[in-house]
């Protein structure tokens, strides 16, 4: 329950906003289909199949019950199309914003995404990919290699360079 209302102050504290209500059909469709019990899994989807159809047709955010999601996962401005290939791996404090595609089902293979990272409007990552922590990925940005820790993808396709840091270590004093 503590990560249903997590994701609903991330989103702005709305139940209508697109994110949070696509994150809370997901969370729900992921608890249901891991129900150990036939019997129960079996009653517990068919209001996620429901759920699905009428809800998410309208939030055009697809993110399947298989997708490994971590903490704090944030949708930002579902205003647009997301789509998530169900065996994608996210990290923890991933944010995404619209018009994002995450793995493809033409070829083998699926991105794993690392902790603390964020992808940009319209961008595309594709294939057998691992994205690392703290990775920044730009707008309109087409990736379909591996990105290390700590850089930034940018363009169609990605070119990758190293992030600077946020504040660089002041001179030390010359005696």
């Not at 065996?87 to 293979?109: K, P, S």
Request: hydrophobic share 40%; proline share 7%; aromatic share 6%.
């Amino acid at each position: 329950m503590s990560t249903i209302l997590d994701d609903w102050r991330r989103h702005g504290r709305s139940v209508t906003d697109a994110g949070f209500v696509s994150l809370a059909i997901y969370r729900y469709g992921h608890w249901a289909v891991g129900l150990k019990s036939p019997v129960l899994r079996w009653l517990a989807t068919k209001p996620y199949g429901l759920m699905r159809l009428l809800i998410l047709s309208i939030t055009k955010v697809w993110i399947p019950p298989g997708t490994r999601i971590g903490k704090d996962f944030h949708i930002i401005h579902a205003e647009g199309p997301i789509s998530i290939h169900p065996d994608v791996e996210i990290g923890d404090r991933c944010g995404i914003m619209h018009n994002v595609t995450i793995g493809t089902n033409m070829g083998q293979g699926v991105p794993v995404i690392g902790d603390d990272v964020f992808i940009g409007v319209n961008a595309t990552v594709l294939g057998r990919i691992r994205v690392g922590n703290r990775v920044r990925i730009g707008a309109n940005t087409a990736v379909s290699t591996n990105v290390p820790d700590d850089h930034i993808a940018v363009g169609s396709p990605a070119k990758i360079y190293p992030r600077l840091p946020l504040r660089t270590a002041p001179a030390a004093p010359k005696a």
